[in-house]
């Protein structure tokens, strides 16, 4: 029974059974629907022709907005926050169903039909899909863990614990030149190996979990990231890697403006409001209703960003330049209202208009800690071949207290990775992230779960 679960909500099989029943599940609405309002619909045969005829662009459009809000991947959100995301794909579907009815002239597609659908399909896909998570992570959280490396070792396991998801059974943590390393990777179902290991040795316990059929998952180095997506070449019977140049091509960039400008433009306008109201209680307040920083952006060009102050006046006056934490007591109570809901960033809708930053892009920094920064990691400063953004990978996929290290990383996967339908992708993404649950939020203490791992280290 545990196989045939396994193989149902396994990764490969969670990416074919989610979008086929939700699916499903949209077509079934729209039966519903039907049944629902036939005897009130005009002409029943002529409205129901017409979403036949919207159907395979319903289909197309879902898979796409689907992969861009992840859905076809499990979640482990609350009921709120897995019903927050399915509304946002599912509403989104509605306004392209909408436009798809008007372009291919099927007037006749009912607004009661669409409507009365989408409101079904958001009650009964949310609770699908939180089934399938909960099972996905049921089936998964049992498998054992092994994490190999030095110094970094800890820490990894230490964020595998807090997660409490699908890898935090960890059974040991050791060194990658431990007497007992291989044995320990029969052991266990899954390797994780830190970026500290040795080239030489990485490869050896890679090749073994190959060998014995292991699943293994390693941290890259920043400087690993920049041959990812590399090109196939053959010289002669030679193959190569012809490793791109970082950075976006021209075309990519005009392209990238004129979505910058368009939408910020649009943003501008629906933000308005929320704009003079923020403005009105911080003057109200008392103090200066803007913070005015300087940041870095492409080539390393100083700029400065404009953001609603979150703080008390003169909060660096005495300690100088400091990364604000996530429990900061500078930020002054609406500055934590602001934060959480992101209205603190509005005026750099300005910033994006000039052409100081891009919407999607790495979070521009003080030149401060860019010079700290790249002293530490060389390769930091490949981070500024592209405009700050106001949202990005990091921002995404990491969390408040993602270390600059990782987000460092974000940033260059994202600059290496680059297309238009990321860019897309991660600008309906943004939205989702404050339904993520907080990095914080764990049932042991710190504590706890370092005397765990303390427990699970072999040395």
């Not at 053959?234 to 005009?254: A, F, K, N």
């Amino acid at each position: 029974m545990n196989k045939i679960l396994e193989r149902i909500f396994g990764y490969k099989g969670f990416r074919i059974l989610i979008p086929l029943l939700d699916l499903g599940i949209i077509y079934a609405s729209y039966m519903l629907s039907f049944y629902i309002f036939k005897d009130s619909l005009d002409n029943f045969t002529i409205n129901y022709n017409a979403f036949w005829s919207s159907l395979p662009f319903i289909i197309f459009s879902y898979i796409i907005l689907s992969h861009t809000f992840e859905l076809d991947k499990p979640k482990d959100f609350t009921f709120f926050g897995v019903g927050y995301t399915v509304a946002l794909a599912l509403g989104s579907l509605l306004f392209i169903t909408m436009g798809i009815s008007f372009f291919i002239r099927e007037f006749a597609f009912p607004r009661s039909i669409l409507l009365s659908s989408t409101l079904i399909q958001i009650v009964l896909i949310t609770l699908w899909h939180l089934f399938a998570s909960r099972m996905y992570f049921r089936v998964n959280k049992g498998k054992s863990v092994l994490v190999i490396g030095y110094d970094k070792a800890q820490a990894l396991a230490y964020k595998l614990l807090e997660s409490r998801g699908m890898w935090s059974h960890i059974k040991h943590v050791c060194a990658p030149d431990y007497t007992k390393v291989f044995d320990f990777i029969d052991e266990c179902d899954v390797t994780f190996l830190t970026e500290d290991v040795e080239e030489t040795l990485k490869q050896e316990i890679i090749l073994y979990c190959v060998e014995k059929d292991r699943t293994v998952l390693y941290q890259p180095k920043s400087s690993e990231i920049l041959q990812f997506n590399a090109n196939f070449l053959q010289i002669d019977d030679s193959p190569v890697l012809d490793v791109r140049e970082l950075g976006l091509s021209q075309g990519s960039e005009t392209i990238k403006r004129i979505i910058d400008v368009v939408l910020s433009s649009i943003a501008l306008v629906i933000f308005f409001i929320p704009f003079v109201c923020v403005y009105l209680i911080l003057k109200i307040g008392g103090g200066s209703a803007f913070y005015v920083q300087e940041r870095i952006t492409r080539d390393n060009r100083i700029f400065k960003i404009y953001k609603f102050r979150t703080m008390v006046e003169n909060a660096e006056a005495i300690s100088g330049p400091v990364l604000a934490q996530e429990t900061d007591k500078r930020i002054t109570k609406l500055g934590h209202i602001l934060r959480a809901t992101r209205l603190d960033e509005i005026p750099q809708i300005f910033n994006i208009l000039i052409g100081d930053m891009s919407i999607v892009g790495p979070r521009p920094e003080r030149p401060f800690f860019v010079e700290q920064f790249s002293e530490e990691m060389p390769e930091y400063k490949l981070r500024h071949r592209v405009k700050a953004g106001l949202t990005g990978l990091a921002q995404v996929q990491g969390k408040y207290n993602t270390s600059a290290r990782d987000k460092l990383k974000y940033d260059l996967l994202y600059i290496n990775g680059y297309s238009l339908a990321l860019d897309i992708k991660l600008i309906m993404q943004t939205l989702n992230i404050l339904l993520r649950k907080n990095s914080t939020e764990g049932v042991k203490s710190v504590e706890e779960l370092g005397e765990e791992i303390e427990r699970l280290t072999r040395r």
